[in-house]
């Protein structure tokens, strides 16, 4: 991954940077909510020059001003939604797909 871009990424009450949100860490955080009977809330924030936008699983609260999209903004929320991070039955292995697709539209 290309640990330069300006993303973080919360997974319930954890925030990290693009640079140290590891798959490990994702995974272990997504397992031990499962064990709990959770579904960890997801949001990331992104903050590129020319790009600012964020993200949300549902229940995480919303993000962003709620104005037009940019069409990399839309890229984006399309890569967000067609990993199922819109649904209630997204995984770790989907943010980590997502956060991989989001390198090669950003990085």
Request: glycine content about 12%; proline content about 4%; aromatic content about 6%.
């Amino acid at each position: 991954m290309d640990r330069t871009m300006n993303v973080s990424i919360t997974i319930g009450d954890e925030t990290r940077s693009y640079a140290s949100a590891t798959k490990d860490w994702i995974n272990k955080t997504f397992a031990f909510a499962k064990r709990q009977g959770l579904l960890p809330s997801v949001t990331i924030q992104l903050s590129q020059p020319g790009l600012v936008l964020g993200l949300a699983t549902p229940g995480a609260g919303r993000r962003g001003d709620g104005g037009a999209l940019t069409p990399a903004q839309n890229r984006i929320v399309e890569v967000w939604i067609r990993h199922h991070m819109t649904s209630n039955h997204y995984t770790g292995g989907n943010l980590i797909a997502f956060l991989s697709e989001l390198e090669r539209l950003i990085g």
